[in-house]
């Protein structure tokens, strides 16, 4: 249980959970199949479903609730749907000697959607996430702004309220050239991949990769007006990631050093491991993340 990317977000109001409360607004709110004529679903399952021992809706250490979201999705591919109308459209043509119009292709569309869902193969995918109210903050394992909304949507309804902002309610592109042209704070140090964005109507885009940051060809990219959109950094031997301008971070790689406080757990007891896992991951994320906001002055109002 190890997230690799992390949107984060501010509480910014005092907030109180109970585990039987919980407990309760997550089952209300829990997952349930597709209908035969559902798309998707969307609901709460237990964070250990996939080890087959979960029994409570979520995962509590240190008033970190682990909260995990289930999405199910019938998978029709429009291919398929496309090829049936084109064969029922010729199909009509044939018999009436008169073209079928757009309105009625739409209709026919829908009847088939229709006759096929119910045979659709189903994907089912976790959102992992968690409430840390130590330090204030919602942390999830998502990379787009969508699947994040949908966990805290998802949420809000069960427990009726979730006071929350982005990490970052604006842009980062000067604090990230910072980084470059004056120095990191303390604890973070930068690695060789970067993506730099001109300000001028062309919003010309340059990204490198193992290319130190310091180099003379970095320096003319800054001296010409360009800012930092993306910056790869390590966090205190912990954990390497790329920072974006929006506040999100993406490959997010805990190290070996952290990594390796697991390894005395037997891989077989797999339910043990994860809680494990968590509690360590959780409490070095929320650490870090509180860190950055400090960091980039990123208190909630």
């Not at 829908?110 to 096929?116: A, S």
Request: aromatic share 8%.
């Amino acid at each position: 249980m190890w997230f690799k990317n992390i949107k984060a977000y501010q509480i910014t109001q005092p907030m109180s959970l109970s585990d039987d409360d919980v407990q309760q607004a997550l089952t209300e709110n829990a997952f349930r199949p597709c209908g035969n004529q559902e798309t998707a679903t969307m609901g709460f399952s237990s964070p250990f479903e996939q080890t087959g021992q979960g029994s409570m809706m979520f995962h509590n250490v240190g008033e970190r609730y682990w909260i995990t979201v289930k999405k199910q999705e019938k998978l029709l591919p429009s291919s398929v749907v496309n090829e049936e109308l084109a064969s029922k459209v010729a199909q009509i043509e044939q018999e009436t000697g008169s073209p079928v119009g757009k309105k009625a292709q739409q209709d026919i569309k829908q009847e088939i959607i229709h006759k096929l869902l119910p045979q659709a193969f189903t994907k089912n995918s976790f959102i992992h996430g968690f409430i840390s109210l130590p330090e204030n903050l919602v942390i999830i394992d998502a990379s787009a702004d969508g699947k994040a909304e949908g966990y805290l949507a998802l949420i809000r309804k069960a427990l009726g309220s979730l006071p929350v902002v982005p990490l970052a309610r604006s842009s980062l592109q000067s604090e990230l050239t910072h980084w470059l042209t004056d120095g990191t704070p303390e604890g973070i140090s930068l690695l060789e991949e970067a993506e730099f964005k001109s300000t001028d109507d062309l919003e010309s885009v340059i990204r490198c990769k193992n290319q130190p940051l310091d180099s003379d060809e970095i320096k003319m990219h800054l001296d010409a007006g360009k800012l930092v959109q993306k910056v790869g950094f390590e966090y205190q031997d912990t954990l390497t990631a790329v920072i974006a301008e929006d506040g999100s971070f993406k490959r997010v790689k805990f190290t070996d050093r952290i990594k390796e406080e697991t390894d005395d757990i037997p891989k077989d007891q797999v339910a043990a491991r994860l809680d494990a896992e968590f509690a360590l991951m959780s409490a070095e994320l929320a650490q870090f993340v509180s860190y950055m906001r400090d960091k980039l002055n990123l208190q909630a109002d």
